[in-house]
């Protein structure tokens, strides 16, 4: 670790705005375009980056760096690059496992869930707020980004994700039960 690391380090975990600055300022461009081999979506890429920074300025005092600041970033790029790509195959495989067939990583889907389980998913979308039913169906139905969806709805980005996370774990609770007794059937049909 050089001086300049030392010092860098330093003024950031004493909360120096313009060290920080100069921080992202100087890595993330580069960040990005190590992010984007992973994701190969440039505004993925960007967000993942943005949100790296945001953990690294709320946690800057809990921080323990031990290498060099530019290898604890192209760390931290990937592990963060990593987990998004993580996250969107348990997503896509928890929405295979409900009834819907999500065609790629981004989350669109090749159709509608059938039967009983599209009627209980129409019922529990009926059930939520208005804005957030149409952020979740332009997302999950008609295959939009986040970023598109706040740029179309004229909202933050940030209100896009909490309005899907707040969705996602009220379509989970929703639908809950019904998957119990699936799991149930299986089990009981199962030789």
Known sequence: ???EDLLLITGLKRGDRSIF?????????????FSLRYVADPLVAEEIVQDLFCKIWYRREELVINTSLKSYLYKAAANHSINHIRHLEMQRKYFNYVGFEVDDLSGGFNHEPDGELAALVQKALLELPEK??????MSRFEGMKYHEIAEKLGINIKTVETQMTRALEFMRKYLKEFITAILLIINIIKP
């Open 1 to 3: 670790m050089t001086n």
């Open 132 to 137: 957030r039913r149409e952020i979740f169906e």
């Open 21 to 33: 600055e100069q921080i992202f300022r100087t890595f993330y461009p580069e960040l990005c375009g």
